[in-house]
Each structure stands twice: as structure tokens, then as C-alpha cells.
């Protein structure tokens, strides 16, 4: 039990830090082009705009919660006089609210990609099997709830503040930490390490970049256009005439920059 407490959570936050960061390096370096939230937008709109915005809001909660919450060093929370039991009850209520909010549109988004025929046609194991996997942390992380409630000084909470801060600062024996933790949490922290270990395999490394990319999105389309004005000097794209592939008479297909489309149209 104690080896695999070791091997759990003194061995493997590192596994899988390190799988996260060099497999996102190399996923960007050779196939930027699947470097992309894969959106199945255009196959079905109605149910997805819900259950995106509901799963996104509460996921970026979530994630902004946990990380300010295990890795502001302790001191901070002590100088700006944030009691411990304060900072758990918060991190209990904020963190529930957003995780049911995660919850109920994950469900959603899961209910579609299984049961409507087209996206389920067109998603990769990955695509499901990721949603799973947040699913069960979510249902972990909501089920650690009730746990903290009966430690409200905030006593373990500061055990998982110094796990994760003691992996980021090589501590020795940071796995004795969190040895005596309910198992709820030990399988939450395992689980979450698995979701990091995974990432850059997923469709998540879209969080990445979307605050670089999709805020000023970039970049080049395909689309067959009637146009026949030139575009922009700067954006001008290569233009192959309609073929056999592009059938419909006076249209061509060209390669445009999405953001001079509604400009020239
Ligand atoms: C390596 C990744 C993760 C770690 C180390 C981690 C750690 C923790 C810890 C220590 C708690 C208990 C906080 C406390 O009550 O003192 C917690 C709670 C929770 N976690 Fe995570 N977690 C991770 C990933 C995730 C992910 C990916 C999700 C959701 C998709 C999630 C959802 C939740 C929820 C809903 C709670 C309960 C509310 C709260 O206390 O914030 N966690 N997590």
C-alpha cells in the first residue's frame, strides 16, 4: 500500500507533467494541423451551444479554482489573512456550483456525440473517451464534497495545497502527504494526473491556445465563393478555377483569410 502511494502520487505526477509538456511540444511541432478543438458545430448546433457554454463556464472555474487554490503558496493565503477554513468552505460552494454546471453540460455534449448518429459517426475514441474521463473526475471531484464537510478547518485541504506545490518544488517524500487522505481523494488526484497524462493526445489541447488564437482567429479557409472582385493585396490567396470537384458554374474554390470574407462580400 505504502509503494503504491509512492509510486501513485511521488512517481507518476511526474509522468505525467512530463508526458503533458513534451507531448504537447511535439504534437504542436509536427501536426499542427490537428492542433484544433475538432467542432462538430456544423453537423448539430441546437443542444450544443447549452451544453458547450454550461461545460465551459463551469471547466474554466474549475480549473481557474484549482489552480489558484493548490498552487498559491500557503504564506499568500496567511498574509492577505484568508482563513483556512474560509478558503475550503469556498473552494466546497464555488467548486460545486461550477461542477454541476460542468456536469450537467458535459452530460449533455456526452448525450450527443453517443446518441446523434452523424457526430458519433464522425468522433474518434479519443473524442468520446475524453469526455468520459472528465465525466468520472467531475463525479469524483462533486463526491469529495461531502468528504471536506466533515473537516472544515480546511486541515486536509492544506495537505493537497502542499502535495501539489511539493511536486512543482521536487520535496522529498511528497507522496507521505497525502498517505492518509480519504481514497475519494487519492482516485480524484490519480484520475486528474491521467487527464494530464492524456491531454496532449486529446482534442483538449485546444485550451492551449484558444486564449492565443481563437480570440483573433487567423488563418485560411476553404470556400467556393461566386466572387470575382481580387481580394486583398495582402491576403491574396491561390485561386484554382471549378473543376469536376467544384461543379457549380462561376464559382472557384479559394483558400481567404476568414476575416476578409465579410469585408469583401
Ligand atoms: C491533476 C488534476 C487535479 C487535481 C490535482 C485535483 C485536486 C482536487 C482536490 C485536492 C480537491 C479537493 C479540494 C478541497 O476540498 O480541499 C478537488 C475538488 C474538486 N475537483 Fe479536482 N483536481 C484535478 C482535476 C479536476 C478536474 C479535471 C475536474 C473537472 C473536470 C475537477 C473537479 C473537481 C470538483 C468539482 C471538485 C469539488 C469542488 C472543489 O472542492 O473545488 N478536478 N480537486
Not at 471547466?59 to 492577505?80: K, N
Not at 450537467?104 to 474518434?124: K, N, Y
Request: charged content about 15%.
Amino acid at each position: 500500500m505504502q509503494l503504491l502511494n509512492q509510486i501513485l502520487f511521488g512517481i507518476y505526477p511526474y509522468i505525467a507533467l512530463s508526458v503533458l509538456a513534451l507531448g504537447s511540444v511535439i504534437r504542436f511541432d509536427r501536426e499542427q494541423y490537428t492542433w484544433r478543438s475538432g467542432s462538430s458545430q456544423l453537423l448539430r448546433r441546437k443542444q450544443l451551444v447549452m451544453g458547450s457554454v454550461l461545460f465551459h463556464v463551469g471547466v474554466l472555474t474549475i480549473f481557474a479554482g484549482h489552480f489558484v487554490g493548490l498552487l498559491t503558496p500557503i504564506w499568500v493565503f496567511d498574509a492577505l489573512g484568508v482563513p483556512h477554513g474560509a478558503k475550503q468552505i469556498l473552494a466546497m460552494a464555488a467548486g460545486g456550483v461550477a461542477g454541476a454546471l460542468c456536469l450537467v453540460g458535459g452530460l449533455m455534449l456526452l448525450h450527443r456525440r453517443l446518441f446523434d448518429p452523424r457526430i458519433r459517426a464522425t468522433s474518434s475514441f479519443g473524442d468520446t473517451a475524453i469526455l468520459v474521463l472528465l465525466m468520472l473526475q467531475l463525479i469524483l471531484g462533486l463526491a469529495t464534497i461531502p468528504v471536506s464537510a466533515g473537516h472544515l478547518d480546511g486541515h486536509e485541504m492544506l495537505k493537497f495545497m502542499n502535495w501539489a506545490q511539493g511536486v512543482f518544488t521536487f520535496r522529498p517524500g511528497v507522496a507521505d502527504l497525502v498517505a492518509d487522505v480519504h481514497p475519494i481523494f487519492k482516485a480524484h488526484l490519480a484520475l486528474g494526473m491521467t487527464i494530464l497524462l492524456v491531454f496532449p493526445f486529446t482534442r483538449l489541447v485546444h485550451m492551449l491556445s484558444a486564449p492565443v488564437w481563437y480570440l483573433n482567429r487567423r488563418g485560411w479557409q476553404l470556400v467556393r465563393t461566386r466572387r470575382t472582385m481580387p481580394l486583398r493585396r495582402e491576403a491574396a490567396p491561390p485561386t484554382y478555377p471549378a473543376t469536376a470537384a467544384a461543379p457549380l458554374p462561376h464559382t472557384s474554390i479559394q483558400a481567404v483569410r476568414p476575416d476578409t470574407l465579410k469585408a469583401a462580400e
